[in-house]
């Protein structure tokens, strides 16, 4: 909120302290795996898309996480996690990063077991996932490509951060915050992401196509996101965090709402134009704008909505006239919807 001495303003400062990673850019989904209730429903800590667990999340719930808890699967159970409506988000995105820790050993696997799959419920078109394999290595593919690691050993009891990331040229995996060394099998074109066929179904610790489902995984996962760009080799550090994984902050969900205009301990006339930027987070669409400025015995001198729309950054400004001389205060709602229809709103 900001005071006005005709019109006079007093900015309120936020310091944050820890780490820079930005959690509000481009983060579709992210799956904390902290649930423990009779319910099936997995909360995607954006807002956006749900998961949908195979049967009630305390039966998965484990506390042994990276960072709280996190879910341990059982293959013999077939015990998943369906994220179908992620699919649909991912659809047309042509650069991304998928990030997880998995916790597994070599006495549970045998065969190929998947870690995060998408596909397609009616037809095999294009499978794309990553997997861990029987003798602890990693393959990945979308069909378009696929790869393997060549010694990188990951089921040995120890948690694991794994990062695939596509930069719009060529696919690259990190294991524990490195490059890791990979071997093409398939290279049809390495540039190819959710851009080159529709899925519609998505899982973690199995695939799901046409019908079918299969390569049930057994160990524990924590703290999974999708991203729609690619992490940068600093930011995948960022998430390792020397091996202790990096709690989700983001503030998807929450609305920000920047004061233009006004500068702070402005002397203005009695007409005076406020400006106000209202920014959406992912998945969120803009309504509405809202001033509200008081008088200085903080009673509502004036309000005023303005109809705004879109998925983006958006300016806005008030008009305001015959001002008295005195001072005042004002400050801004910003407000938004979800695709459920949920408003979410928010002052600076």
């Known amino acids: ?183 093409f099998s398939v290279e049809i074109d390495k540039t190819s992401w959710f851009n080159t066929a529709t899925y519609n179904t998505g899982s973690i610790a199995r695939f799901s196509r046409a019908g079918f489902t299969g390569n049930y995984y057994t160990g524990k996962i924590d703290e999974v996101g999708f991203w729609n760009r690619n992490l940068s080799s600093t930011e995948v550090t960022e998430l390792y965090n020397n091996g202790n994984g990096l709690a989700f902050m983001g503030s998807t969900g929450i609305i920000s709402v920047t004061l233009n205009d006004p500068l702070d301990n402005s002397l203005l006339s009695s007409n005076v134009t406020f400006n106000s930027t209202i920014t959406p987070p992912f998945g969120l669409n803009l309504t509405n704008a809202t001033i509200f400025i008081w008088d200085s015995n903080d009673d509502l001198f004036f309000t005023q909505t303005n109809i705004i729309t879109g998925n983006l950054s958006h300016t806005t400004t008030f008009n305001v006239t015959n001002l008295s001389i005195g001072d005042y205060k004002w400050n801004v709602l910003g407000s938004a919807i979800n695709s459920t229809g949920t408003l979410f709103s928010n002052f600076s």
């Open 1 to 183: 909120m900001k005071k006005l001495i005709f019109i006079l303003l007093i900015g309120i400062f936020i310091i944050s302290f820890g780490s820079s990673f930005d959690w509000n850019n481009g983060l579709p989904s992210y799956y904390k795996f902290d649930d423990n209730l009779s319910s099936t429903v997995v909360i995607d800590s954006t807002l956006n898309d749900d998961g949908v667990a195979g049967d009630n999340t305390n039966i998965y719930n484990n506390i042994n996480g990276i960072i709280n808890s996190s879910f341990d699967f059982n293959a013999t159970n077939e015990e998943f996690v369906s994220i179908d409506d992620l699919s649909l988000t991912l659809n047309g995105t042509t650069t991304g990063s998928w990030s997880l820790w998995i916790n597994t050993s070599n006495s549970t696997q045998a065969g190929e077991h998947q870690l995060v799959f998408f596909g397609n419920s009616i037809s095999n078109e294009k499978n794309f996932f990553i997997r861990i394999n029987a003798a602890g290595t990693l393959s990945a593919s979308n069909d378009d490509w696929e790869f393997s690691t060549d010694n990188k050993v990951i089921n040995d009891n120890i948690w694991h951060n794994i990062v695939l990331v596509q930069n719009g040229t060529n696919p690259v995996l990190y294991v524990d915050g490195d490059i890791v060394t990979i071997t």
